[in-house]
């Protein structure tokens, strides 16, 4: 057995939040993807030559990602997205480029798709090959601060008994190549493919966690461990649990109010902790299935809520979950952006509103953009 490799797990004051929203760069004329990320952040730079704080590149050339700060709210941090967002935007537009949210671009060709100039990037698509080069996927991360190192693994298990309303909810990836794939989140389902990504393992000690780590440095499945891609991962470096569950979002109300739920949900079975009362768990195999069914049907999943088996509507068990989290989103300050969820419940989610689009346009695609641009513009679901 290798050596553990030692995870110092930082500071970080409870409930704190970042996000981080992966946004497509678009063709203002044809609608397809401009790899100009390069371009993007020469203009946005800061005049003393540092990096942007807020606005960052990811694996492919056609992305920008925008990042709040450690904020208090998710409202602070929706105004962070919001003004790196404006920037972009500006940057974008005499290169007649707009800035485009889903899980997955209609109709982009992955193959035709360049790579970020980075060592880093790289070596994954050198190691994935054909898997990697098809990562044209955007996520959003919700980083969350944990204050005791000991709470994080017990909550990471617990949000995997939540984590298909997350996904059902953000669910914006049905297409992929121009094809309608059938699924809510394809993008769900194509990034687990990577080594290390999908649901992590329910580990009960960090001394596991250690050992985890150490053992894939060791046998060179990774050399950093940023490099263990879960969709639930612990971040020792912030202090933090990331949920990056939810598909690439289209509008800032979406983030935001997703992001509320998240938040609260973190803070909510913190709080059982600190009572004393036990979390609930899935055994993984159930955890896997809510996957897949939240990735396959979206809101009209039937998930699996407890260790028990038993059933519910996704949309019903999150109506609940609503009610029940009041209380908490009051306490952190997002009680409106939680209640945005129900925006999202009512006017269906991104994937519903694509293939609406679609529908209207006799299978166009081009229109689907069209759409997912005007929204980003808007800040709302239109």
């Given at each position: 057995m290798a050596a553990p490799v030692a995870l110092p797990f930082a500071?970080?004051?409870?409930?704190t939040v970042g996000i981080e929203w992966e946004v497509a760069l678009v063709d203002q004329d044809s609608g397809d993807l401009r790899q100009a990320a390069q371009a993007i952040f020469a203009a946005v730079q800061p005049s003393d030559g540092r990096d942007h704080p807020h606005i960052t590149s990811e694996l492919l050339l056609n992305t920008v990602e925008v990042s709040s700060g450690?904020?208090?709210?998710?409202?602070?941090?929706?105004?962070d997205?919001?003004?790196?967002?404006?920037?972009?935007?500006?940057a974008a537009r005499p290169l007649r480029i707009e800035l485009m949210g889903a899980g997955t671009h209609p109709f982009a060709n992955w193959a035709t798709q360049r790579v970020t100039d980075k060592q880093r990037y790289t070596t994954l698509i050198d190691r994935t090959q054909w898997w990697g080069r098809q990562m044209l996927i955007y996520g959003v991360h919700v980083h969350v601060g944990i204050e005791d190192r000991a709470k994080v693994?017990?909550?990471?298990?617990?949000?995997?008994?939540?984590?298909?309303?997350?996904?059902?909810?953000?669910?914006?990836?049905?297409?992929?190549?121009?094809?309608?794939?059938?699924?809510?989140?394809?993008?769900?389902?194509?990034?687990?493919?990577l080594p290390t990504?999908?649901?992590?393992?329910?580990?009960?000690?960090?001394?596991?966690?250690?050992q985890y780590v150490g053992d894939m440095r060791h046998t060179g499945v990774i050399d950093e461990v940023n490099e263990v891609r879960w969709d639930i991962r612990p971040s020792p470096r912030f202090g933090t649990l990331e949920m990056r569950i939810a598909d690439g979002a289209a509008n800032l109300l979406e983030v935001t109010a997703i992001s509320a739920l998240t938040h609260c949900l973190v803070e909510h079975f913190s709080s059982m902790i600190d009572a004393g009362e036990p979390l609930p768990t899935l055994p993984p195999?159930?955890?896997?299935?809510?996957?897949?069914?939240?990735?396959?049907?979206?809101?009209?999943a039937i998930v699996i809520t407890n260790a028990d088996g038993d059933e519910e509507l996704v949309t019903d068990s999150i109506g609940r979950w609503l009610v029940e989290l009041a209380p908490v989103?009051?306490?952190?300050?997002?009680?409106?952006?939680?209640?945005?969820?129900?925006?999202?419940?009512?006017?269906?989610?991104?994937?519903?509103?694509?293939?609406?689009?679609?529908?209207?346009?006799?299978?166009?695609?081009?229109?689907?953009?069209?759409?997912?641009?005007?929204e980003l513009a808007a800040g709302r679901p239109l």
């Open positions: 500071h970080s004051e409870r409930s450690k904020c208090r709210t998710v409202g602070e941090a929706g105004a997205l919001q003004r790196a967002l404006d920037e972009v935007a500006a693994l017990p909550l990471s298990r617990a949000m995997l008994t939540v984590f298909p309303h997350i996904q059902s909810l953000s669910a914006s990836s049905p297409f992929w190549g121009g094809q309608d794939t059938g699924y809510a989140s394809n993008r769900a389902l194509l990034f687990q493919q990504a999908g649901l992590p393992p329910q580990f009960e000690r960090w001394e596991q966690l250690e195999w159930f955890a896997q299935e809510n996957k897949w069914r939240s990735a396959r049907y979206g809101m009209d989103a009051e306490r952190l300050g997002c009680a409106a952006e939680l209640e945005q969820v129900r925006v999202i419940l009512r006017r269906g989610a991104s994937y519903q509103r694509q293939r609406a689009v679609a529908r209207r346009h006799a299978g166009e695609l081009e229109p689907v953009v069209r759409s997912l641009v005007a």
